[in-house]
């Protein structure tokens, strides 16, 4: 069984389209976090939720909305694509108390996003 | 905001060659990870280190942290074509509730 999955694995669409990315948990984890990770693999941290709360927001364009239904799901919602929203987004999880950071994080296989 | 650097950011070894990647922290660091990414592939826990100048060995590699627990050190013994890919160093500021903050990366090819 896939610890942290995502769907899709791959996304190719055009600039202004609205898309979403899903994201499930199976490790009983608190804690789950959105990553964009861009062609020179940095890895930066867009978004934390700690059972269904959200206690990261990183400097992200309002076009990024998570949301979280349960606290084994973080979906992120991106409107009116832009080409430069193209890289790996991954979703990961950890088990702590309100994210306190710290506790190994689990990551999803990724979802790669080409904006056309 | 913390800051964690890594260099080099690429690294290409012959087979055989040792490595080691560094990692810096801009503040004092409550504990620190390591992460190894395999190309096209997703981040993967590899240790954690907590203690200042603790140092922990997994087979070829070996992972250390500073004593003044601002930097941490990866070095891998005799490479080998597996061990290609991308590691991060990923820590947390003492007193902070925030989440890790990863290292930029260092991206390494092993040529066989």
């Known amino acids: 069984d896939t610890a942290v999955s995502q769907t899709p694995k791959y996304l190719v669409t055009q600039m202004g389209n609205d898309k979403s990315i899903k994201c499930e948990q199976n490790?009983?984890?608190?804690?789950m976090y959105w990553y964009k990770q861009d062609s020179k693999k940095f890895l930066k941290i867009m978004f934390s939720?700690?059972?269904?709360?959200?206690?990261i927001n990183e400097t992200v364009p309002n076009r990024f909305s998570p949301k979280s239904p349960d606290k084994a799901h973080l979906n992120l919602h991106i409107n009116s694509l832009e080409l430069g929203d193209s890289a790996v987004y991954f979703c990961?999880?950890?088990?702590?108390?309100?994210?306190?950071?710290?506790?190994?994080?689990?990551f999803g296989p990724g979802t790669r996003l080409l904006v056309l | 905001g913390q800051q964690v650097m890594q260099i080099p950011q690429y690294q290409h070894v012959q087979e055989g060659e040792d490595f080691t990647t560094y990692c810096n922290s801009s503040?004092?660091?409550?504990?620190i990870q390591w992460y190894k990414q395999r190309p096209g592939g997703h981040p993967v826990f590899l240790i954690q280190?907590?203690?200042?100048?603790e140092v922990k060995k997994q087979k070829r590699l070996t992972f250390q942290f500073g004593e003044a627990k601002k930097n941490s050190s990866l070095h891998i013994t005799a490479t080998q074509t597996t061990d290609v890919g991308t590691y991060f160093c990923a820590g947390r500021r003492i007193g902070s509730a925030r989440q890790l903050t990863f290292g930029s990366g260092t991206q390494l090819t092993v040529l066989p």
């Open positions: 503040t004092t660091l409550s504990n």
């Open positions: 939720y700690n059972n269904k709360e959200l206690i």
């Open positions: 490790l009983g984890h608190d804690t």
């Open positions: 990961a999880s950890s088990q702590g108390l309100r994210g306190q950071g710290g506790e190994t994080q689990y």
């Open positions: 280190l907590v203690k200042s100048g």
